[in-house]
């Protein structure tokens, strides 16, 4: 026959379980909760205005070290513009320049369009003698 018949009866009797040293379990929380609040004191203790304040010190030192460190490594390809200049001769195009000059991939009329924006031409007119800049991708 089952020793307890419902969840009730399961908690009444918690109380008269002993522990291995004798104590009842009450004492036992009892114990426990006086060493968390012994604990916390401590904390509180060390959390002191002085020492809060260099903790959050060495925190933003940490912080703007990671910033600085990330933000050079994440920009200095991007900061480097690498551009290749051309001076126009008789017969040039930008078309053929582009032909000549463009990535395997990239499609003329794109990199014709990136040499007009890194030349600051508002126009597809070129002369001989002109200077272009034209795009390292």
């Not at 031409?121 to 002109?130: P, R």
């Amino acid at each position: 026959m089952l020793k307890y018949s419902t969840y009730r009866s399961i908690y009444e009797e918690a109380g008269d379980v002993n522990t291995t040293r004798g104590q009842s379990a009450s004492n036992h929380m009892n114990e426990m909760k006086q060493s968390a609040a012994a604990l916390f004191a401590e904390i509180l203790g060390l959390c002191r205005k002085e020492y809060l304040v260099k903790l959050v010190l060495v925190f933003m030192l940490v912080v703007s070290g990671f910033t600085v460190v990330g933000n050079v490594f994440a920009s200095s390809a991007s900061l480097v513009k690498q551009e290749k200049r051309v001076v126009v001769e008789r017969g040039d195009t930008l078309w053929s320049i582009a032909l000549k000059n463009k990535p395997a991939g990239m499609k003329t009329v794109v990199y014709i369009e990136g040499i007009k924006k890194t030349s600051g031409l508002k126009n597809g007119n070129i002369q001989a003698g002109d200077i272009l800049t034209l795009p390292v991708y």
